[in-house]
């Protein structure tokens, strides 16, 4: 009979826009090792794999070697877990159809399993954070990029090609600002962190009311939330503007999907009241009736690179075995 060896770890791996985030999981969700390194440092996505294969295999060979390892998950924006593909990428150095699945696959010889971002937020909420326990949730992630994934009766809508929940490329403004995706008033244009910056800036070239935000050259959401617990009247503006549109976003989605809770992920929802408060403010008049306040409205309590790599994690362990080395 021939003697079965039972791995018990996955590699988890978190690809942003600005970074690439990878670590060795056990059985247990516990984080043995990880590493990352800047993804802006591979415009070619070939080379970006083969650098990335090589950083996992000396991560692995470091702790306890490679036949410790199962399969590897991959979280990513605008890949879609039914074709194992980035596809059209609006915020990734990488354009067209990416088959990062089967390259990944090829160079490291076991399992990859690949799926969106926002999706892979959800799965790690789902499993070890906010989200525990819920059957019915809404994952919103706020960064560059504006992604979301809806849990329903404890499963993941991922939708026909896997593109399901794409909640950033909504329109909340006919011909309103341009998007990386090629249309127009998309919400991403105006809730992700680019459009927070542009609406500071029309909001400065619209009077000449005092703001500190005159004084910074590189404004991001991040300084613009520090300006608003300092008081900053035009700063606090910036997200109650970038709040309506969220809201008003969610209302409509809520509206679809009845959700017991919406939770809010990545750097911009770290604004915390200067955004949650005005997006209550649109959400309640904006959503059906009979869930008008019942949903809950949250920012996550996760650290959000841990929470991305453990949901990867959990998605390398729901892929079928593959290993050239048994």
């Given at each position: 009979?021939?003697?079965?060896?039972?791995?018990?770890k996955?590699?988890?791996?978190?690809?942003?826009?600005?970074?690439?985030?990878y670590?060795i999981?056990?059985?247990?969700?516990n984080?043995?090792?990880?590493?990352?390194?800047?993804?802006?440092?591979y415009?070619?996505?070939?080379n970006?794999?083969?650098?990335?294969?090589?950083?996992?295999?000396?991560?692995?060979?470091?702790?306890?070697?490679?036949?410790?390892?199962?399969?590897?998950?991959v979280?990513?924006?605008?890949?879609?877990?039914?074709s194992?593909?980035?596809?059209?990428?609006a915020?990734?150095?990488?354009?067209?159809?990416v088959?990062?699945?089967?390259?990944?696959?090829?160079?490291m010889?076991?399992?990859?399993?690949?799926?969106?971002?926002a999706h892979?937020?959800?799965l790690?909420?789902?499993?070890?954070?906010?989200?525990h326990?819920?059957?019915?949730?809404?994952?919103?992630c706020?960064?560059?990029?504006?992604?979301?994934?809806?849990?329903?009766?404890?499963?993941?809508?991922?939708?026909?090609?896997g593109f399901?929940?794409?909640f950033?490329?909504?329109?909340?403004?006919?011909?309103?600002?341009?998007?990386?995706?090629?249309?127009?008033?998309?919400l991403?244009?105006y809730?992700?962190?680019?459009g927070?910056?542009?609406?500071?800036r029309?909001?400065?070239a619209e009077?000449?009311?005092?703001?500190?935000?005159?004084?910074?050259?590189?404004?991001s959401?991040?300084?613009?939330?520090?300006?608003?617990?300092?008081?900053?009247e035009m700063?606090?503006e910036?997200?109650?503007?970038?709040?309506?549109?969220?809201?008003?976003?969610?209302?409509?989605?809520?509206?679809?999907?009845?959700p017991?809770?919406?939770?809010?992920?990545?750097g911009?929802?770290h604004?915390g009241?200067?955004?949650?408060?005005?997006?209550?403010e649109?959400f309640?008049p904006?959503?059906?009736?009979n869930l008008?306040?019942?949903?809950?409205?949250?920012?996550?309590?996760?650290n959000?690179?841990?929470?991305?790599?453990?949901?990867?994690?959990?998605?390398?362990?729901?892929v079928?075995?593959?290993?050239l080395?048994?």
């Open positions: 009979m021939e003697e079965y060896n039972i791995k018990s996955v590699v988890g791996v978190d690809i942003s826009n600005e970074s690439t985030t670590a999981v056990d059985l247990r969700g984080i043995i090792a990880e590493d990352s390194f800047s993804t802006q440092d415009p070619d996505v070939n970006f794999v083969t650098a990335l294969s090589e950083k996992i295999v000396t991560l692995v060979e470091s702790n306890g070697g490679y036949e410790t390892i199962r399969s590897i998950g979280s990513c924006p605008s890949a879609s877990s039914v194992g593909c980035i596809e059209n990428a915020n990734l150095p990488w354009k067209g159809v088959p990062l699945a089967a390259m990944l696959r090829d160079r010889g076991l399992a990859v399993a690949l799926s969106n971002d892979i937020s959800a790690g909420e789902y499993t070890f954070g906010s989200a326990g819920m059957k019915c949730f809404i994952i919103v706020l960064g560059v990029g504006i992604g979301s994934c809806f849990f329903s009766e404890g499963y993941e809508h991922r939708g026909h090609l399901a929940g794409e950033g490329h909504t329109c909340v403004v006919d011909n309103g600002r341009k998007c990386g995706c090629g249309h127009n008033g998309c991403e244009t809730v992700g962190a680019n927070i910056v542009e609406t500071a029309e909001l400065m009077s000449d009311a005092p703001s500190l935000m005159r004084d910074i050259e590189n404004l959401p991040r300084i613009i939330a520090e300006l608003c617990d300092k008081g900053d700063a606090i910036v997200f109650r503007r970038t709040g309506y549109y969220l809201g008003l976003g969610l209302a409509n989605y809520a509206s679809i999907v009845d017991e809770a919406i939770i809010l992920t990545g911009i929802s604004a009241k200067w955004l949650v408060a005005p997006v209550y649109a309640e904006h959503v059906f009736g008008r306040g019942k949903v809950k409205i949250l920012c996550s309590n996760m959000n690179r841990e929470r991305d790599v453990l949901g990867a994690s959990a998605l390398a362990w729901s079928p075995e593959y290993s080395f048994k």
